[in-house]
């Protein structure tokens, strides 16, 4: 008997599109990635420095700026009437941008770019991917009513994160990459 496919598995189904689509992406444009060391080491220079350098109240502000208009954005689509394709796309964005970051660092490090890649993201991403699983729970409900102890709620996680990301995140990076 076949089971009817859910939104969770919908979500899941257009990740692996995007990332199917991103590594095939790169790979097919693989020796204009290969031979731009400089556009890695930009990547990553964005991710540790940011503007202003080191300089820490910067870098937060930074990321802070970049994290809470990424999720006010997902907030107004999680509450509209086009949520659940909007998640869709948004799942299918994810699964590509991860996937084309991936493989570029894949093509610089190697076997290493694998760890670099998941140093970029940890400890920060278990902070927003909770976020993006709440968000993505509202936008699977017929009614949408924000709850202002869920929006606190989110604050927090969002202001875990960013500190997470400022703070602790270059430490693995400089460590790992």
């Given at each position: ?11 899941l ?15 097919v ?56 394709p ?6 299918f964005?994810?699964?590509l ?7 570029m ?15 970029t ?42 500190c ?6 270059p ?7």
């Amino acid at each position: 008997m076949l089971k009817r496919i859910t939104y969770w598995d919908w979500l899941l189904i257009w990740f692996i599109a995007g990332t199917a689509c991103g590594t095939l992406l790169i790979n097919v444009w693989k020796p204009q990635f290969a031979g731009t060391p400089q556009m890695l080491s930009s990547l990553l220079l964005d991710m540790t420095a940011g503007p202003g350098g080191q300089d820490k109240t910067n870098l937060m502000l930074y990321v802070a700026r970049q994290r809470l208009g990424r999720t006010i954005l997902i907030v107004l689509v999680s509450v509209t009437s086009w949520s659940v394709p909007g998640f869709y796309f948004l799942a299918f964005y994810g699964g590509l941008s991860g996937s084309m970051i991936l493989s570029m660092i894949t093509c610089q490090k190697g076997l290493m770019g694998l760890v670099c890649y998941l140093a970029t993201l940890f400890p920060q991403y278990l902070f927003y991917l909770l976020i993006w699983f709440i968000l993505a729970g509202w936008a699977s409900k017929q009614s949408h009513h924000v709850r202002m102890s869920a929006v606190l709620g989110i604050g927090v996680l969002l202001l875990a994160g960013i500190c997470l990301e400022t703070l602790v995140n270059p430490v693995i990076m400089n460590f790992f990459c």
